[in-house]
């Protein structure tokens, strides 16, 4: 059974539908990257499977219960966090504060998940007395996955989380899913550097006008003529 499974997913805004029947699936322990071109539908798609978006048609079951139509409040209790690409950490808040206030729905103690997350982040741990908002871009995505994390997720959806990053600080961001990964939890991505993206990644779906266009692994991804031509530059 898959961890997350999509299909037949019709969404949009007002009148308009921008996903046509998407289908998409992620298996435990995998990370999956979404790519494909500006206003594809990418970000739509994350959000209607994190309750953001209303879903018009389809289906969504996680972890073998039908989540569809449940609200992000509901979904996140059931194992599931979600990073958004803007706006992820609360700037005026500490490093610290930020993760407590991911861990606010956690029973009980949440000190030894922070003593995780900075075992995991250890800039994090340097500059937890720092505001988020005054951290660089880079840094202030590891607040967000660190913040996200607190809750223990089966699956962490990250939308574009190295974009606007310098490509040191993106490697870095991309290393540290791969870390997340290891530790247990799946990940679902979305990544407009389909190249790094789809190069840690163990499958991939290539999204285009709101339609499925290509899924493989993610080298032969990398290897697809058509994928190389239309993402990759080449
Ligand atoms: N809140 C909204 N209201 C109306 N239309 C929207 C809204 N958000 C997105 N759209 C439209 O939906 C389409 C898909 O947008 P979406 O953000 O899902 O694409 P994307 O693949 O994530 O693109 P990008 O690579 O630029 O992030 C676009 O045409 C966009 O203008
Ligand atoms: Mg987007």
Known sequence: MALLEVSGLRAGYAEVDILHGVQLAVEQGEIVCVVGPNG??????MKAVFGLVPVREGRIVFQGEDITGLGPAQIVRRGMCYVPQNNNVFPSLTVEENLEMGAFIRQGDFRQKMEEMFELFPVLKERRRQKAGTMSGGQQQMVAMARALMLDPKLLL?????AG???KFAELVLEKVVEINQRGVSVLMIEQNARAGLAISHRGYVLTMGRNRLDDTGQNLLANEEV????LGG
Do not use: I, N
């Open 228 to 231: 190389g031509r239309l993402f």
């Open 40 to 45: 594809a539908g990418k970000s739509t798609l």
């Open 165 to 167: 990053l310098s490509p």
């Open 158 to 162: 990250l939308d574009e989380p190295t």
